[in-house]
């Protein structure tokens, strides 16, 4: 499987960015993908995730309501529509996907076996 994560840039606070991570490569069930980022001198935290069966979605506290994710099945592409960003959502973004993560571990990078190389995205206030 591979991720290519896409779409990061420099955007001024209240801005919006959409996020790309489109999978390659063997499907597998049971699958999710969830997008982590990293901050400078931060350690690497969960953002969103999505099971690719019914679509359940979860969100890290500190993006609720301005964070979306979504899925194509057919396109194999997850997106992460950024709303009302903020200077503190400045960090690299990471996609990440795994055939067996269960729900409980879905926030923990371990559980995930593929990662997409990051897209950088930067709120200038």
């Known amino acids: 499987v591979q991720l290519q994560a896409s779409g990061g840039g420099l955007v001024q606070a209240g801005g919006s960015l959409r996020l790309i991570c489109a999978q390659s490569?063997?499907?597998?069930?049971?699958?999710?993908t969830t997008w982590f980022r990293q901050a400078p001198g931060k350690e690497r935290e969960f953002v969103a995730s999505?099971?690719?069966?019914?679509?359940?979605?979860d969100y890290a506290e500190s993006v609720k309501g301005r964070f979306t994710i979504s899925r194509d099945n057919a396109k194999k592409t997850v997106y992460l529509q950024m709303n009302s960003l903020r200077p503190e959502d400045t960090a690299v973004y990471y996609c990440?996907?795994?055939?067996?993560?269960?729900?409980?571990?879905?926030?923990?990078?371990?559980?995930?076996?593929?990662w997409g190389q990051g897209t950088q995205v930067t709120v200038s206030s």
């Open positions: 490569g063997r499907t597998f069930t049971n699958r999710r």
């Open positions: 999505i099971k690719w069966s019914g679509g359940y979605t």
């Open positions: 990440a996907a795994s055939p067996s993560v269960i729900d409980s571990n879905r926030a923990s990078e371990n559980a995930y076996a593929y």
